[in-house]
């Protein structure tokens, strides 16, 4: 069976369907009647030469074909809007449904991977559909006429003789196609890994260019590509024993069906019956001789999409409904007991309690793998804490409801192959160009701006090529400014600015979201010295809480760190 939301993509078009179907037996009729018409013409000829009536059956038999031809058409151009809506309807509803799913699941699963299931799916509806309605039952519908026919015309042994070289064929069809399908599910493995390499080999092309390895990569795709190839010579070799065996069974039918009618009655059979009977048959083997690939191509489809229905089933999604539920973060943000875990079991975050008061600003700070950046993405619902809760304004939140209203900017700036405008402007979609502008100034881009011809409306190039990685973040912020969270996470998400321009960037937050609770991590300790509350890490635990000064006066960790940083600023004033 298929699912049900591939079956609901087709239902709003029931009609097209009904009328396509209504076409496919009018086209079969005509079709069928073809032999009848055809020897009678022949046996008329024999016996009139050309005669007013053979003429006339000639022309009846020219529009006949005619007809068929014509109804075949009309049936695919009446079918094709069917096939394109449940196409777009199939792919919006998968890349929905992938948008819901946790970050947990995308980190197991490659986006080019992805992406080439959805495509693959989107055609496979296609085949499912076209192939199964208007090939393989009419396959098996013209070999039943034909039986019918020649039961009336000949004797019902001539019928039996095709009703036997039918399932023989059908027998030998599908011993065949199970056979393919585990062929073809290893060689769509192979062809997924060769997507990933590839996908996986352009996102870091400047990681390839800066080592020189783009051999490295060729050899990494010339692997995939010899699995893909085996993959692909197995498939095609069985391919290949599939057609001859079935095409020995339709030719033996052909030849024994033939000898059946000449031998059967106790008249000579006319010139005229001996070719309907041949037009018969070979009307009915016609469609069952390809009926083999087609079944293959079906049930390959097939595959396809339960594929894609597997993945979309292997994590319940969150309702569309969560992330336009505001939540209003009146009191405090607190987490108990976060704990984080990698696969292998090594401890990220260990056990951490935190408060985070509405309208403050809360700096994370400490040293390289001190576990920042996991506590952080704990609280705003990107990964889920193995032990521990995150309560808001003291009742327990799911993550996807924290990921509904905190906003998260990394220090790798999410950016789409788009203008500026439009990556600024994709928080808040209904925002007017005034709007916009005043988040881009606010951010500092202003500069940015006036040095291309195109200002704001300038395209900004895959994963934002055309920018300076400071001109990144700041649209990055400008896109936050614009469209801000009861909790804002900014993590590294000014890294490439200048220290002046990184503390006048986050002031401007502070200031235009003034009811918002602020999650800071910087290396640059001289930004965040205001900030109302500092939690210095080390090893996965907070071990110090405070403000600056505090944390001076104590003399540990963010001491230790202070100067450090000082001393690194000192050299950089003086080099």
Request: a negative charge.
């Amino acid at each position: 069976m298929l699912p049900p939301w591939i079956l609901a993509a087709l239902k709003p078009a029931c009609g097209r369907v009904a009328s396509a179907l209504s076409l496919l037996l009018l086209e079969k009729a005509i079709y069928s009647a073809l032999p009848l018409v055809f020897g009678a013409l022949i046996n008329l000829f024999v016996a009139d030469q050309l005669s007013p009536g053979v003429l006339l059956l000639l022309v009846g038999y020219g529009i006949a074909g005619f007809l068929v031809v014509a109804a075949e058409q009309v049936r695919e151009l009446a079918f094709l809007p069917v096939i394109q809506r449940a196409q777009r309807r199939l792919v919006s509803s998968a890349l929905v449904e992938l948008h819901a799913k946790s970050p947990e699941f995308h980190a197991g699963h490659a986006s080019p991977a992805l992406t080439r299931l959805i495509s693959r799916a989107a055609w496979s509806l296609e085949s499912v559909f076209s192939v199964g309605l208007f090939d393989i039952v009419p396959a098996i519908l013209q070999v039943l006429i034909a039986m019918g026919i020649l039961a009336v015309a000949v004797d019902w042994q001539t019928s039996a003789v095709l009703l036997l070289m039918a399932a023989g064929y059908a027998a030998v069809t599908l011993r065949a196609v199970n056979k393919q399908q585990g062929l073809y599910r290893r060689r769509l493995d192979a062809d997924s890994h060769i997507n990933a390499i590839v996908g996986d080999s352009l996102f870091n092309r400047d990681l390839v260019a800066a080592y020189g390895n783009a051999n490295e990569e060729a050899r990494r795709l010339s692997v995939g590509q010899d699995a893909l190839e085996r993959a692909w010579t197995l498939q095609k070799r069985q391919q290949a024993t599939m057609r001859i065996w079935p095409t020995l069974i339709v030719q033996s039918g052909i030849v024994l069906i033939l000898l059946a009618t000449m031998l059967s009655g106790d008249e000579p059979v006319t010139a005229g019956e001996l070719v309907m009977v041949n037009m018969l048959v070979m009307n009915a083997f016609a469609p069952l001789q390809s009926v083999g690939l087609l079944y293959t191509a079906f049930m390959q489809s097939f595959t396809d999409l339960r594929a894609l229905d597997h993945v979309l089933a292997q994590e319940t999604t969150a309702p569309p409904s969560a992330a336009r539920a505001p939540l209003v973060l009146r009191t405090h943000l607190e987490g108990k007991g976060l704990t984080a875990t990698t696969r292998a079991g090594a401890r990220l975050v260990d056990h951490v309690d935190l408060t985070l008061p509405t309208g403050t600003i809360t700096a994370v700070v400490g040293p390289s793998g001190a576990g920042k950046s996991t506590l952080v993405r704990l609280i705003a619902g990107l990964s889920e804490p193995a032990a521990g809760e995150i309560l808001w304004d003291g009742v327990p939140i799911a993550p996807n409801a924290l990921r509904a209203n905190s906003l998260y900017v990394s220090q790798t700036p999410a950016l789409f192959n788009d203008t500026l405008l439009y990556n600024i402007r994709y928080g808040k979609l209904d925002a007017s160009d005034g709007d916009a502008m005043r988040a881009a100034l606010e951010a500092r881009l202003g500069e940015s701006f006036q040095t291309r011809p195109d200002g704001i409306e300038s395209p900004a190039g895959e994963a934002g090529v055309n920018l300076s990685g400071g001109e990144r973040q700041r649209v990055c912020i400008a896109r936050a400014l614009l469209a801000p969270r009861p909790l804002m996470i900014l993590d590294e998400a000014t890294s490439q600015l200048d220290s002046v321009t990184e503390r006048a960037v986050i002031a401007n937050l502070h200031a235009a979201v003034t009811d918002a609770t602020f999650v800071v991590i910087t290396h640059r300790l001289e930004t965040i010295t205001e900030a109302d509350q500092i939690l210095y890490m080390e090893a996965g635990s907070i071990r110090e809480t405070g403000s600056h000064e505090m944390l001076l006066r104590l003399g540990g960790g963010y001491a230790a760190l202070w100067a450090a940083r000082r001393r690194e600023m000192a050299s950089d004033a003086e080099g």
